[in-house]
């Protein structure tokens, strides 16, 4: 064996999902979006009749992916695409969602979570699910004056507080476990 094939299988990447072309994707799309409403057995009929009219995309299309790897049954996976996936899949754009204003955790709030995380870190049987509910359990006032800072916030929610500061108390543990 030469050197550039073990390199090649050195640093070659196992590929986990074989996509097709855009341009066959497209013939895909337009079959499936016609017969969209098809019964199962009309539809089935149409994509014979299909498939054979457009052997020719198909069977460079199956060339390409079985030359990159792909050991399926490709027909089989294209028939799937166009019947489950293309047929159900929108035109339409869906209009991006308005995001709330972030709001950050108090300076003095944060210090304390980690004042807290660098003490108990290194005891036995430490997560921080349970340092959480230690903090919150050692620090009332502080965690009464960050849950007021956040009703005034705009955050009204009580469980939706409490995810937002655990979320916080997890995230400062992950911060410090990762600069180890």
Known sequence: MDNFSVEENIFSKNTFRYK??????RYLFVFSKIHQYDHQKDFKEAWTIW??????IIDEEIRR??????????????????????RKK????KAPTKRRAYLGANK??????DIHIKNNINTDNYKPSNGFDD?????????????????????????????KLKKTYKNRYFIMVSNE
């Open 20 to 25: 097709f072309t855009d341009e066959f994707m």
């Open 51 to 56: 498939t054979e009219e457009n052997k020719c």
């Open 65 to 86: 992916l079985t030359n990159v790897g792909y050991e399926g049954d490709i027909l089989d996976k294209m028939y799937k695409s166009a019947r489950y996936y293309f």
């Open 90 to 93: 929108t035109t339409e754009k």
């Open 108 to 113: 003095e709030f944060l210090e304390a979570i």
């Open 135 to 163: 903090f919150c359990k050692s620090k009332t006032e502080l965690l009464k004056d960050e849950v007021s800072r956040l009703y005034n916030g705009r955050l009204t929610d009580h469980v939706e507080i409490k995810n």
